[in-house]
Protein backbone atom coordinates (compact mmCIF):
# COMPACT_ATOMS: atom_id res chain seq x y z
CA UNK A 1 0.00 0.00 0.00
CA UNK A 2 0.96 3.51 0.14
CA UNK A 3 1.74 4.20 -3.23
CA UNK A 4 2.65 7.78 -5.01
CA UNK A 5 2.96 8.23 -8.44
CA UNK A 6 4.30 10.78 -10.30
CA UNK A 7 3.59 11.93 -14.03
CA UNK A 8 5.93 12.56 -16.21
CA UNK A 9 8.61 10.98 -15.26
CA UNK A 10 10.98 13.17 -17.55
CA UNK A 11 10.04 16.13 -19.46
CA UNK A 12 12.64 18.34 -21.65
CA UNK A 13 10.85 21.37 -22.89
CA UNK A 14 12.09 25.17 -24.42
CA UNK A 15 12.95 27.51 -22.06
CA UNK A 16 10.13 30.49 -21.67
CA UNK A 17 7.43 27.43 -21.64
CA UNK A 18 5.25 25.73 -18.75
CA UNK A 19 5.41 22.47 -17.55
CA UNK A 20 3.07 20.43 -15.24
CA UNK A 21 4.04 17.75 -13.21
CA UNK A 22 1.49 15.69 -11.70
CA UNK A 23 1.45 13.28 -8.60
CA UNK A 24 -1.14 11.32 -7.11
CA UNK A 25 -1.61 9.31 -3.82
CA UNK A 26 -2.95 5.85 -5.61
CA UNK A 27 -4.06 4.02 -2.81
CA UNK A 28 -4.83 6.36 -0.03
CA UNK A 29 -5.82 9.65 0.80
CA UNK A 30 -3.10 12.31 0.87
CA UNK A 31 -4.58 15.35 2.70
CA UNK A 32 -0.94 17.10 2.89
CA UNK A 33 1.45 16.88 0.00
CA UNK A 34 4.71 17.81 -0.52
CA UNK A 35 7.17 19.11 -3.73
CA UNK A 36 10.69 18.84 -3.30
CA UNK A 37 13.69 19.38 -5.16
CA UNK A 38 17.09 17.85 -5.70
CA UNK A 39 20.50 18.82 -6.90
CA UNK A 40 22.79 16.52 -8.42
CA UNK A 41 24.36 14.88 -5.78
CA UNK A 42 22.93 16.77 -3.12
CA UNK A 43 19.89 16.54 -0.66
CA UNK A 44 16.27 17.08 -1.22
CA UNK A 45 15.15 20.58 -0.69
CA UNK A 46 11.55 21.76 0.18
CA UNK A 47 10.08 23.55 -1.63
CA UNK A 48 6.38 23.52 -0.57
CA UNK A 49 3.53 22.20 1.68
CA UNK A 50 0.30 21.86 0.26
CA UNK A 51 -2.97 20.85 2.08
CA UNK A 52 -6.04 19.50 0.11
CA UNK A 53 -8.08 22.64 -0.76
CA UNK A 54 -5.64 25.63 0.54
CA UNK A 55 -3.08 27.64 -0.96
CA UNK A 56 0.42 26.10 -0.82
CA UNK A 57 3.11 27.04 2.01
CA UNK A 58 6.22 27.56 -0.02
CA UNK A 59 9.26 27.66 1.80
CA UNK A 60 11.96 30.56 2.18
CA UNK A 61 13.62 31.41 -1.35
CA UNK A 62 11.05 29.71 -3.47
CA UNK A 63 9.08 31.97 -5.80
CA UNK A 64 5.48 31.04 -5.48
CA UNK A 65 4.65 32.90 -8.78
CA UNK A 66 7.36 30.66 -10.65
CA UNK A 67 6.26 27.43 -8.98
CA UNK A 68 2.75 26.73 -8.73
CA UNK A 69 1.26 24.26 -7.07
CA UNK A 70 -2.74 23.19 -6.54
CA UNK A 71 -3.94 20.48 -4.41
CA UNK A 72 -7.13 20.26 -5.82
CA UNK A 73 -8.23 16.83 -4.48
CA UNK A 74 -7.06 14.38 -2.13
CA UNK A 75 -5.16 12.42 -4.65
CA UNK A 76 -3.83 14.75 -6.89
CA UNK A 77 -1.65 17.42 -6.20
CA UNK A 78 0.15 19.59 -9.57
CA UNK A 79 3.27 21.56 -9.49
CA UNK A 80 3.46 23.72 -12.82
CA UNK A 81 6.87 25.60 -13.68
CA UNK A 82 6.03 28.69 -15.09
CA UNK A 83 8.21 30.70 -17.81
CA UNK A 84 10.74 27.87 -17.26
CA UNK A 85 14.95 28.66 -17.61
CA UNK A 86 17.35 26.18 -17.51
CA UNK A 87 18.49 26.54 -13.93
CA UNK A 88 15.15 25.20 -13.55
CA UNK A 89 16.54 21.67 -14.79
CA UNK A 90 16.50 19.46 -11.69
CA UNK A 91 14.46 16.15 -10.34
CA UNK A 92 11.32 17.03 -8.34
CA UNK A 93 9.89 14.64 -5.75
CA UNK A 94 6.59 14.65 -4.47
CA UNK A 95 5.76 12.83 -1.24
CA UNK A 96 2.34 12.42 0.40
CA UNK A 97 0.71 11.75 4.11
CA UNK A 98 -2.05 10.42 4.97
CA UNK A 99 -3.51 10.42 8.56
CA UNK A 100 -0.15 8.82 9.87
CA UNK A 101 2.18 11.44 9.25
CA UNK A 102 4.39 9.19 7.51
CA UNK A 103 5.37 10.56 3.75
CA UNK A 104 5.63 8.64 0.84
CA UNK A 105 7.82 9.91 -1.94
CA UNK A 106 7.41 9.59 -5.66
CA UNK A 107 9.29 8.43 -8.27
CA UNK A 108 9.88 12.12 -9.48
CA UNK A 109 10.31 13.43 -12.15
CA UNK A 110 13.42 14.76 -14.11
CA UNK A 111 13.07 18.30 -15.82
CA UNK A 112 15.54 19.35 -18.79
CA UNK A 113 14.91 22.85 -19.87
CA UNK A 114 16.78 23.49 -23.21
CA UNK B 1 17.18 24.74 13.28
CA UNK B 2 17.22 21.22 12.48
CA UNK B 3 19.42 19.58 11.20
CA UNK B 4 21.01 15.89 9.78
CA UNK B 5 25.00 15.50 9.29
CA UNK B 6 25.99 12.56 7.24
CA UNK B 7 29.40 11.25 6.44
CA UNK B 8 30.52 11.94 3.14
CA UNK B 9 30.69 9.51 0.51
CA UNK B 10 31.16 7.81 -1.64
CA UNK B 11 31.79 4.86 0.44
CA UNK B 12 32.92 1.58 -1.91
CA UNK B 13 33.00 -1.32 -0.64
CA UNK B 14 33.18 -5.09 -1.33
CA UNK B 15 30.33 -7.42 -1.69
CA UNK B 16 29.92 -9.50 2.16
CA UNK B 17 31.99 -6.21 3.84
CA UNK B 18 30.54 -4.46 6.94
CA UNK B 19 28.76 -1.64 6.39
CA UNK B 20 28.56 1.51 8.84
CA UNK B 21 26.79 4.97 7.55
CA UNK B 22 27.28 7.75 10.39
CA UNK B 23 24.14 10.13 10.71
CA UNK B 24 24.30 12.52 13.35
CA UNK B 25 21.64 14.77 14.07
CA UNK B 26 20.48 18.00 15.92
CA UNK B 27 17.03 18.58 16.82
CA UNK B 28 15.06 19.79 20.16
CA UNK B 29 13.24 16.70 22.08
CA UNK B 30 12.69 13.56 21.15
CA UNK B 31 12.69 13.75 17.13
CA UNK B 32 11.69 10.45 14.68
CA UNK B 33 14.62 9.89 12.65
CA UNK B 34 14.93 7.55 9.20
CA UNK B 35 16.70 6.11 6.48
CA UNK B 36 15.92 6.44 2.68
CA UNK B 37 17.39 4.88 0.45
CA UNK B 38 17.37 6.08 -3.36
CA UNK B 39 18.12 3.77 -6.33
CA UNK B 40 19.51 5.28 -9.42
CA UNK B 41 16.77 7.22 -11.31
CA UNK B 42 14.35 6.86 -8.76
CA UNK B 43 12.71 8.42 -5.58
CA UNK B 44 13.13 7.99 -2.43
CA UNK B 45 12.08 4.50 -0.43
CA UNK B 46 11.61 4.29 3.32
CA UNK B 47 14.36 2.07 4.37
CA UNK B 48 13.58 2.08 8.23
CA UNK B 49 12.42 4.10 11.05
CA UNK B 50 12.64 4.97 14.53
CA UNK B 51 10.56 6.56 16.98
CA UNK B 52 11.54 7.28 20.51
CA UNK B 53 15.38 6.76 22.18
CA UNK B 54 16.84 3.08 22.31
CA UNK B 55 14.55 2.05 19.31
CA UNK B 56 15.94 0.11 16.77
CA UNK B 57 14.91 0.00 13.03
CA UNK B 58 15.79 -2.74 11.07
CA UNK B 59 14.50 -3.57 7.40
CA UNK B 60 16.58 -5.77 4.38
CA UNK B 61 19.50 -6.65 6.97
CA UNK B 62 20.00 -2.72 7.62
CA UNK B 63 19.71 -1.72 11.19
CA UNK B 64 19.72 1.46 13.35
CA UNK B 65 19.62 2.39 16.63
CA UNK B 66 18.32 5.56 18.06
CA UNK B 67 20.85 7.11 20.50
CA UNK B 68 19.77 10.33 22.23
CA UNK B 69 22.87 10.61 24.35
CA UNK B 70 25.34 10.85 21.43
CA UNK B 71 22.20 11.93 18.83
CA UNK B 72 23.05 9.36 16.08
CA UNK B 73 21.43 7.17 14.16
CA UNK B 74 23.96 5.12 12.40
CA UNK B 75 23.15 3.05 9.48
CA UNK B 76 24.16 -0.88 9.46
CA UNK B 77 24.48 -3.96 7.29
CA UNK B 78 26.66 -6.90 7.93
CA UNK B 79 27.32 -8.51 4.62
CA UNK B 80 26.20 -6.10 1.80
CA UNK B 81 25.44 -6.76 -1.50
CA UNK B 82 25.69 -5.30 -5.05
CA UNK B 83 22.03 -4.44 -5.21
CA UNK B 84 22.34 -2.30 -2.13
CA UNK B 85 24.37 0.21 -4.33
CA UNK B 86 22.48 3.77 -4.44
CA UNK B 87 22.47 6.62 -2.13
CA UNK B 88 21.29 6.72 1.60
CA UNK B 89 19.75 9.65 3.27
CA UNK B 90 19.21 10.21 6.71
CA UNK B 91 16.18 12.09 7.84
CA UNK B 92 14.60 13.64 10.95
CA UNK B 93 11.20 14.70 11.69
CA UNK B 94 10.32 17.13 14.45
CA UNK B 95 8.44 15.43 17.86
CA UNK B 96 5.89 18.36 17.52
CA UNK B 97 2.94 16.19 15.79
CA UNK B 98 1.17 17.62 12.93
CA UNK B 99 2.82 17.05 9.01
CA UNK B 100 5.83 18.67 10.12
CA UNK B 101 8.71 19.51 7.79
CA UNK B 102 11.39 16.66 7.23
CA UNK B 103 15.01 17.67 7.37
CA UNK B 104 17.36 15.49 5.13
CA UNK B 105 20.78 14.82 5.93
CA UNK B 106 23.42 15.31 1.88
CA UNK B 107 22.92 11.75 1.44
CA UNK B 108 25.54 9.08 1.59
CA UNK B 109 26.30 7.07 -2.08
CA UNK B 110 27.52 3.32 -1.62
CA UNK B 111 29.11 1.36 -4.10
CA UNK B 112 29.34 -2.32 -3.48
CA UNK B 113 31.75 -3.51 -6.14
CA UNK B 114 31.20 -7.75 -6.72
Known amino acids: GAVVSQHPSWVICKSGTSVKIECRSL??????MFWYRQFPKQSLMLMATSNEGSKATYEQGVEKDKFLINHASLTLSTLTVTSAHPEDSSFYICSASGGKYEQYFGPGTRLTVT | GDSVTQMEGPVTLSEEAFLTINCTYT??????LFWYVQYPGEGLQLLLKATKADDKGSNKGFEATYRKETTSFHLEKGSVQVSDSAVYFCALRPDSGGYQKVTFGTGTKLQVIP
Open chain 2, 27 to 32: ATGYPS
Open chain 1, 27 to 32: DFQATT
